[in-house]
């Protein structure tokens, strides 16, 4: 039962630090996109 709930938290905080990532690329990509079309006026 250990070893089960072992693997599960490690599945979880591998798709939590993947959500994290994809979260602040396209944060990233949208703050790029936002000074573009500023800047562009």
Known sequence: M????LVDFFHLSALATTVCCFLVISGKRAIELCSQTGSER
């Open 2 to 5: 250990e070893n089960m709930l």
